[in-house]
């Protein structure tokens, strides 16, 4: 089956980083993808990877590592608007989303 | 514009009522999808159009009916719903399928099945 883990809940300090930790079993792999969701709305997209590596977007930076079937979402210099939820998701070679349950990110001043 | 426009926001419906959540996009996105989302759960998928063709239907009961009037549209009918199928339901569109093509979702619409 295809299944894709992501931590329940963490939480982290303003100011401070947090990495979010995703690890994932495919049909294939045709990229992974970091949404953030705040409660109550739409997902937003983040980032894509597609190739080992690490693609930096600001504040935010993902990591692939392809043979270990593992991504990371970091985010640095949290400030109290990152409080959300951080999904993971990996395009399967039938070009399906399969999407992990999402990691609670909270923030404390 | 850049984005996916849904209503209404918010729908209260009777288990035998008709409704229908309607969904919008100008940014010539080629695919289109509904997903059903609940409390503290990933988004689920439901349908893809693909050049306005379904493409993906994953075992949606047939109370919930989806329809491509045309390439910026994209509607879900609701007909004798279940309580149980309170939920947020997502429209989303991308470029196309497959590969890099990022989901562009919309707001919204929250339903609730009394």
């Known amino acids: 089956g295809q299944n894709i883990d992501q931590p329940t809940e963490m939480t982290a300090t303003e100011g401070a980083i947090v990495q979010i930790n995703c690890t994932y079993q495919t049909s294939g792999f045709n990229g992974l993808f970091w949404y953030q969701q705040h409660a109550g709305e739409a997902p937003t997209f983040l980032s894509y990877?597609?190739l080992d590596g690490l693609e930096e977007k600001g504040r935010f930076s993902s990591f692939l590592s392809r043979s270990k079937g593992y991504s990371y979402l970091l985010l640095k210099e949290l400030q109290m608007k990152d409080s959300a939820s951080y999904l993971c998701?990996?395009?399967?070679?039938?070009?399906?989303?399969?999407w992990g349950a999402g990691t609670k990110l909270i923030i404390k001043p | 514009d850049t984005e996916v426009t849904q209503t209404p926001k918010h729908l209260v419906m009777g288990m035998t009522n008709k409704k229908s959540l309607k969904c919008e996009q100008h940014m010539g996105h080629r695919a289109m999808y509904w997903y059903k989302q609940k409390a503290k759960k990933p988004p689920e998928l439901m349908f893809v159009?693909?050049?306005?063709?379904?493409?993906i239907n994953e075992s949606v009961p047939s109370r919930f009916s989806p329809e491509c009037p045309n390439s910026s549209l994209l509607n879900l009918h609701l007909h004798a719903l279940q309580p149980e199928d309170s939920a947020l339901y997502l429209c989303?569109?991308?470029?196309?399928?497959?590969?890099?093509?990022?989901?562009?979702f919309g707001a919204g619409s929250r339903l609730t099945v009394l």
């Open positions: 989303a569109s991308s470029q196309d399928r497959g590969g890099a093509n990022v989901l562009t």
């Open positions: 159009y693909s050049y306005e063709k379904l493409s």
């Open positions: 990877n597609v």
């Open positions: 998701a990996v395009m399967d070679s039938n070009y399906q989303l399969i």
